[in-house]
Structure formats: structure tokens, C-alpha cells
């Protein structure tokens, strides 16, 4: 390796250093906190999370979707009963901002899939020359073995791919949670969002799902099914001794992360 390659080599060095430098004090500097925070909670059981008002989260964003034109509102005369109503006075179905719905999740997916591929090439290339501007007779002079014009090159390749991948997934779940209506949308569609906490000795059980729903899917029990919910998203997980055991450490995340092979 020549004196210019080597110079130029330690410079890319001196100029990535810094750059790693900077991503490893971050990724300490995390790490350092959070393992600060929870050896000071040792010992004690995890916090439930206080009840707020969801409109009032720095990340909360209203939903804006197409809406079509809003109707004219119809109301018969001399009839007490108000249309779409469900009760002889008042709907008790959720249908303003600040009402409370419950939402049933009752999941039962499976899946299965198997799939096989299988690839094979091969190729072979020669070539030959026949004049080089009469420097090919000099070419035994350069090479240590005597040289054929006439098979000057040579070229034989080969691949061979086999894959196989299966899926055979099954997931169970059955659960309620009392969702508050956070947003009515022009067309009377509802925005709604669910949080619930369930703490069992040492471990906290987090449930939350948002989505829209619409006033006439909500069955007359107040309750809507979780497939009749549009742009669902629904979270069930957890956090405190258990979920901290079956979480890789910070450093097999981070090598995990950052190992290219």
C-alpha cells in the first residue's frame, strides 16, 4: 500500500471518528438515563398513568377526512319520535363529543402459508487472441507459463438458490374497553379513543385503541364490535417485571441493530 493510500485512509478515519463519537455518547447518554430511572424504582410497583384529557396531548391531532355534504335535517310534525332514535325520549347510544362507548375486540386469526423456490445457472465464456500488435509473441516473456493466443481467457460460473419459508400463526383475543368519543366529524361520524391500565402485583397491562366509527353500527347496548371500527389501531401490551425479563438488553439491541452480517 503506497504512502498516498495510507494518508488518505487515516483522514476518512479522522473524519468518521467524530460522527461515531457522537452516536455512541447519545446512544450512553439514553441508556444512562433510563437505567437511572428505573433503579430508582426499584422495588416499586409501576405507575398507572393519570387521566387526561386526550385533545390536550402535544401529539393529539384532530382527524380530517373527505366528508360528504351534510343533510338536511327532517322532523315530522305532531310525532314524538325524533329520527333515528332508539328510546321514546332520547337516544342513549354515544353520539356526542365526551360520551362513552364500549368496544368489543374478539380476534381469532390464523394463517398458514409455505413456500418453495429454487434456482440454478450456469454459464462458461472463453476467448481468443489472435493479434495483439505482435505483442502477443512477448506475452512468454511476461508470464511464467507459456501462453495460448488461442485461449487467452476463460470464464466458468455457476448459482444455485433454494428457499423455503413457512408461516403457521394463530392469535387469540378477547377483550372490552370503554372507548371516549374525542371528536364528531361533519358527517356524524365519531372519532373515538380507549385507554385502560390493569396492574397485577408488579406488572401493568396497557389496552388502548382509537379509530371511527359510525352512530348506526353502535348497537342499541351501547356497544360496537372492533371490525365496524374504521382506521382502527389497537395496542395490547404491557410493561413492569415480566416485560422487562423477556426484553433484550440495551447492548444485544443496539449489536443487533448496528452488526452487518
Not at 375486540?105 to 440454478?120: E, G, P, V
Not at 454459464?123 to 507459456?146: C, R, V
Amino acid at each position: 500500500m503506497s504512502d498516498k493510500t495510507v494518508s488518505l485512509t487515516r483522514r476518512r478515519l479522522a473524519a468518521t471518528l467524530p460522527t461515531w463519537a457522537a452516536v455512541a455518547a447519545s446512544l450512553a447518554l439514553g441508556a444512562c438515563g433510563n437505567t437511572l430511572e428505573r433503579l430508582k424504582n426499584v422495588g416499586a410497583e409501576p405507575k398507572l398513568s393519570e387521566i387526561t384529557n386526550p385533545t390536550q396531548d402535544p401529539n393529539y391531532r384532530p382527524v380530517s377526512l373527505p366528508m360528504p355534504k351534510a343533510d338536511t335535517e327532517y322532523r315530522a310534525a305532531n310525532s314524538l319520535w325524533r329520527a333515528g332514535s332508539r328510546a321514546f325520549f332520547k337516544d342513549q347510544r354515544a353520539g356526542l363529543t365526551g360520551d362513552i362507548l364500549t368496544v368489543v375486540i374478539d380476534i381469532s386469526d390464523k394463517a398458514q402459508l409455505s413456500n418453495t423456490s429454487a434456482r440454478s445457472r450456469a454459464s462458461t465464456e472463453n476467448s481468443a487472441i489472435n493479434g495483439l500488435l505482435g505483442f502477443e509473441a512477448n506475452l512468454n516473456k511476461l508470464l511464467p507459463n507459456q501462453v495460448d493466443n488461442a485461449n487467452v481467457l476463460g470464464l466458468d460460473g455457476s448459482t444455485s438458490n433454494n428457499g423455503a419459508g413457512t408461516i403457521d400463526r394463530k392469535e387469540a383475543i378477547q377483550l372490552k374497553v370503554a372507548a371516549l368519543v374525542t371528536q364528531v366529524l361533519p358527517n356524524g361520524n365519531l372519532v373515538i379513543q380507549g385507554h385502560q391500565e390493569v396492574r397485577v402485583n408488579y406488572e401493568v397491562r396497557d389496552l388502548q385503541i382509537t379509530g371511527i366509527v359510525r352512530r348506526e353500527d353502535i348497537a342499541s347496548t351501547n356497544t360496537i364490535s372492533y371490525e365496524k371500527i374504521a382506521e382502527a389501531r389497537i395496542a395490547y401490551g404491557g410493561r413492569g417485571t415480566i416485560t422487562d425479563v423477556q426484553q433484550p438488553r440495551y447492548g444485544n439491541q443496539v449489536i443487533d441493530i448496528l452488526y452487518p452480517f
